[in-house]
């Protein structure tokens, strides 16, 4: 593994969920609390940026440049890692912005980001166009790509996958939102790593399944041999359920609205309504279609996410269907 800095609070615990597991009569149920990795209220992200934080000082960078929505988990947690080694930060957001800011996107403005906005279909050329004017003004940028999800980043999850065999869970099966592929990339290079036998699902966020199996599948050889292996990955290999998209990205639908409302009441597990919440819904169909053996163990790996709870985009619509 190549460097790291150190600061996720990690190992994250494993813990049960039997409550809900009682109440939807289903395969015994745990959970990965990545919502503690503690850095400004945490996430999968964190895991990712020790790597991604490591890799920017070593090249002497000042500025780091990334891209996501608006309610970005990934954006937050970036500009929280900016924050903490005194570096700047240039946010790239697509969607509209709230008046007033809340969320996530309250924490961006709170934590120290500069934020551009710009479309969904042009994020690619103007998060190129300012990361070219920061190179211009000589701010030194280093440019972390979308989720964080490249080989330096994806090692983050490698090292999950690690820490979760030296906890001595060996679950059948582990379930979490998939997107930008870099978390699922990372548990599969981590599984060969640390001899895992079960089987790794991503639960799709806004993907088609071909499309996200490819780049999952991409990017878990190109860590692979990043890290010295020779491993190959096929997207036939990749377990991917593209089937809870929903109305789209960051649309919450009836099935997320349960999904929150089941983990908060059985479980005091906070979820939010882009990610953990469409994996969660996914999940428990899956359970109530019988998709899995009585006697599976099954872990919930919760990436976090939980200020997008306090986005008004949701707020009415979770109070009132509660």
Known sequence: MKTRLHFAHIPTPVEEMSRLSATLHGPRLLVKR???TGLAF????????????????ELGAQTLISAGAVQSNHCRQTVAAAAKFGMDCILVLFGDPPDPPDGNHLLHYLLGAEIVFTR??????????????????????????????????????????LELADQGV???????????????????????????KGKILGISVDEPADVLSTRVADLARSTAEFLGETWDFTPDQILVKDDYTGGGYAVMGKPEIEAINLFARHEALLLDPVYTGRAAAGLIDLIRKGFFDEDDTVLFWHTGGG????????????????
């Open 34 to 36: 990545d919502d503690q």
């Open 42 to 57: 945490g996430g999968n992200k964190t895991r990712k940026l020790e790597y991604l934080l490591a890799e920017a000082q």
């Open 120 to 161: 969904r279909e042009e994020i690619e050329s103007k998060l190129d166009e300012v990361f070219q004017q920061a190179q211009v003004e000589k701010r030194k940028p280093y440019l972390i790509p979308y989720g964080g999800s490249n080989p330096t980043g994806v090692q983050g999850y490698v090292n999950a996958m």
């Open 170 to 196: 060996h679950p059948d099966w582990i379930v979490f939102p998939s997107s930008s592929g870099g978390t699922q990339a990372g548990m599969l290079v981590g599984a060969r790593m640390s001899g895992y």
């Open 307 to 322: 200020p997008a709870l306090f986005s008004s985009r949701y707020q009415n619509r979770l109070i009132i269907n509660s």
